[in-house]
């Protein structure tokens, strides 16, 4: 393709937060370009996935649960736009071990957030849902009106509702531009030169690939391994609303009920080894598949022996704490990074792609905690 016209803004990577940042910017009428080497929240994308969980209970970091909220909504407002069932209301139940510290702050942010929420004992938990093992833990905090996204899809129906604003999509991969000050033109590999007046670079965990120098050592990816179980013939225990979205925050461990008939999902939230994006295997472990029934038999009694019936391999792109990147480029001001999802960024989509556009037209006020400066090279997670 030879070389275009004028844009605006170049928005490379079309995961949920390069998606939700073009809609925004598409939105204000600008002209809006959009590359990804792929497609949008493809396979081997951190938004690739078929279901994330949105949930507002964030312990003490209100900004993450505001920004919950603020999601949540335009979530449901695109889902009514494109007609698709993008987000269930499944419930989100956040459990905690003897020290329920973590439960104690979300409770109290909920609360001053206006989130309608319960809280219940183990003996209550075991009796609302005696098809789950609640050994170890002392309280769960029960959010109704959460539940879970429609990951790829819901990434691609931004997709179509920006392009319907007039945003332009392309597969194309973007060379990183060289050189310091302010850049014009943006090279791709097999496709020719853009320009535009400003440039997001919303690369998920290639964000390290792109920036060697200047991310290589601020973001992680790591190897994260999800299981579906499937359920016994005919039983509703293990779909909505009889289980709801739950996370032992105790055991790192976080699932949801049976979504489209795919079956129990269920993942490890701890790190795994740190991998590239491009070439890690996407066939998961024996370890991690007997880890994974081990796990499932325990928590999960009446599921000791169901087949795992599919299997995903991903990667968190995770900051040095947990906190989102979104900051110009300390020596390109028109470069604009957006990543450092962490593992919990995808329900933020919308309120990311608001606060990024508004920057990006001069507006609104830096969040110091999304800073490039505040980003370590060691990793030392606070944000969950
Ligand atoms: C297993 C797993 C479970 C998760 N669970 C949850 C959850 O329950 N709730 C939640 O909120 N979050 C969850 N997350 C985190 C969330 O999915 C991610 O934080 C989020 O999807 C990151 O989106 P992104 O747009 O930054 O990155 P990506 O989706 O990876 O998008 C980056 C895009 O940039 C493109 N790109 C990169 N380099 C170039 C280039 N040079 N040229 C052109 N294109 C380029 C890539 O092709 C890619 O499409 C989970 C993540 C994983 C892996």
Redesign the pocket.
């Known amino acids: 393709m030879a070389e275009s016209s004028t844009y605006d803004v170049a928005v490379?990577?079309?995961?949920?937060?390069?998606s939700w940042t073009a809609w925004h910017l598409a939105k204000r009428k600008l002209k809006v370009l959009v590359?990804?080497?792929?497609g949008a929240?493809?396979a081997r994308?951190?938004?690739?996935?078929e279901t994330?969980?949105?949930r507002m209970s964030y312990a003490a970091d209100e900004i993450y649960t505001r920004w919950s909220q603020q999601s949540l909504t335009q979530w449901k407002e695109l889902s009514a736009a494109c007609s698709q069932p993008l987000f269930q209301q499944t419930g989100v139940l956040w459990l905690e071990g003897p020290d329920d510290l973590r439960l104690r702050e979300s409770q109290a942010t909920i609360e001053r957030c206006g989130i309608p929420h319960e809280v219940m004992d183990n003996a209550a938990l075991t009796k609302r849902y005696p098809q789950v093992n609640f050994d170890g833990v002392s309280r769960g905090l029960l959010e109704p009106g959460s539940g879970v996204l429609l990951?790829h899809r819901a990434v691609q129906s931004v997709m179509e509702e920006a392009k319907k604003k007039h945003a332009e999509f392309l597969i194309?991969?973007?060379i990183t531009p060289d050189g310091g000050g302010t850049i014009s033109k943006l090279a791709t590999s097999h496709c020719g030169a853009f320009s535009a007046g400003q440039f997001v670079f919303?690369?998920?965990?290639?964000l390290g690939k792109?920036f060697p120098e200047l991310l290589g050592q601020r973001i992680f990816p790591t190897r994260?391994e999800?299981f579906f179980f499937g359920t016994p013939a005919g039983d509703a225990r293990f779909a909505p609303p009889a289980l709801p979205t739950w996370l032992f925050n105790n055991d790192e461990v976080y699932g949801m009920p049976d979504i489209e008939s795919r079956g129990l999902k269920m993942?490890r939230d701890a790190h795994g080894e740190r991998v590239d994006p491009d070439t890690q295997s996407r066939i998961v472990s024996a370890e991690g598949a007997e880890w994974a029934r081990k796990y499932v038999g325990r928590r999960f009694p009446p599921l000791k022996d169901a087949p795992i019936v599919e299997t995903r391999v991903?990667?968190?792109?995770n900051t040095s704490n947990g906190d989102f990147l979104i900051d110009r480029h300390p020596e390109m001001p028109n470069v604009w990074l957006a990543?450092g999802?962490?593992?919990?960024?995808?329900?933020?989509g919308p309120a990311l792609g608001e606060y990024l556009a508004a920057r990006i037209c001069g507006e609104g006020k830096a969040e110091p905690r999304f800073s490039l400066a505040s980003k370590a090279t060691k990793q030392k997670r606070a944000v969950f």
């Open positions: 490379v990577g079309a995961g949920v937060f390069g590359l990804d080497a792929y929240a493809h994308a951190s938004s690739g996935g994330r969980i949105i990951a194309a991969h973007a919303a690369c998920g965990p290639w792109v994260q999800v993942a991903c990667q968190y792109e990543g999802g962490s593992g919990h960024g995808f329900k933020h």
